[in-house]
């Protein structure tokens, strides 16, 4: 069964602190993906790779920064948060070949900055 | 103006009624439509591609039109179980996934 895992469903932060979120697929994807979902706006992405060590900027890249340094695994960085991050992130993946349009999600993990 | 639109509900409708959901995108570029659907507090899961010629999954329709730009998916016989919000997805030119904020359906008994 295809498996994504992030690996906190709930986070809490103060602005300022640096975040990581991880996330890991066992299913030998090449593409792995961050949104984020907030209620009205639906699912934005953030950053996206294709293949080891390789990140393209998706729509609202800004305060935030990622890592893929194996190919199962794909980490999501904010440097500094802020209140305005607060939201449900969420990480997908899909197998190699650019016109996919089945993602793998995870359950996803809510942060909340104060 | 969003490049997917859909109208956010939420549809209260009871068991067995037929229900149909909209969604409208504004990149005539657009190449694959797809509807997933999302259970509260879970993640989306793929509920189905949508072909020009149309296609159905059991009670499930999907259409599309590409002269007046919209998607649809049509529900019969509605269950308890079908009660979810449903994402619209078009797949822009460079192959990436634009997602609609999402249709709420509220089945009732």
């Known amino acids: ?114 | 103006r969003k490049e997917v639109e859909q109208d956010p509900g939420p549809f209260n409708v009871p068991e067995g009624a037929t229900v149909a959901f909209n969604c409208t995108y504004s990149n005539s570029a657009s190449q694959s439509f797809f509807w997933y659907r999302q259970d509260c507090r879970k993640e989306p899961k793929l509920l189905m591609s949508v072909y020009s010629s149309g296609n159905e999954d059991g009670r499930f329709t999907a259409q599309l039109n590409r002269a007046s730009q919209y998607i649809s998916l049509l529900i019969r016989d509605s269950k308890l179980s079908d009660s979810a919000t449903y994402l619209c997805v078009a797949q822009d030119s460079s192959y990436k996934l634009i997602f609609g904020s999402g249709t709420r359906l509220l089945v009732r008994p």
Request: aromatic share 12%; hydrophobic share 30%.
């Open chain 1, 1 to 114: 069964d295809v498996k994504v895992t992030q690996s906190s469903r709930y986070l809490v932060k103060r602005t300022g602190e640096k975040v990581f979120l991880e996330c890991v697929q066992d299913m030998d994807h090449e593409n792995m993906f961050w949104y984020r979902q907030d209620p009205g706006l639906g699912l934005r992405l953030i950053y996206f790779s294709y293949d080891v060590k390789m990140k393209e900027k998706g729509d609202i890249p800004e305060g935030y920064s990622v890592s893929r340094e194996k190919k199962e695994r794909f980490s999501l960085i904010l440097e500094s948060a802020s209140t305005n991050q607060t939201s449900m992130y969420l990480c997908a993946s899909s197998p190699g070949g650019m016109n996919t349009g089945e993602l793998f999600f995870g359950e996803g993990s809510r942060l909340t900055v104060l």
